[in-house]
């Protein structure tokens, strides 16, 4: 069974930094994707980063040049890299998995099957 279980969400003034970790356990597959979506009250998850078991990535574009995704293969721990943080970044973060996955011309993509928690981002201004 895949678990995700994230961590790093607090609080920040506008303009500062933030770094998401998602610990990632159970993915058996040889090819997978993880990623980070963010909600916010009333409206559907949307993807923000992705990345897959060669590395391949896609952002989101409100976040290109800020956010950065990456993961330590070694132990399993996705990461989430947020630096200028907007008011507009405030929302609850979530990590997914999906395994038999491959990112293709770095595509967002929707269908994800396993969900962490999710941990919350404020962003003051």
């Known amino acids: 069974q895949v678990q995700l279980a994230e961590k790093g969400g607090g609080s920040v003034e506008a303009g500062g930094s933030l770094r998401l970790s998602c610990a990632a356990s159970?993915?058996?597959?040889?090819?997978?994707?993880l990623a980070w979506f963010s909600q916010t009250p009333g409206k559907e998850r949307e993807g923000i980063a992705q990345?897959?078991?060669?590395?391949?990535?896609a952002l989101a574009e409100s976040v290109k040049g800020r956010f950065t995704i990456s993961r330590d293969s070694a132990k399993n721990i996705l990461y989430l890299q947020m630096n200028n943080l907007k008011v507009d970044d405030t929302a609850m973060y979530y990590c997914a998995a999906e395994p038999w996955c491959r990112l293709l011309r770095s595509v967002l993509r929707v269908d994800f099957s396993y969900w962490g928690q999710g941990t919350q981002v404020t962003v003051s201004s």
């Open positions: 159970g993915i058996t597959s040889s090819t997978y994707c």
């Open positions: 990345i897959d078991h060669e590395d391949n990535t």
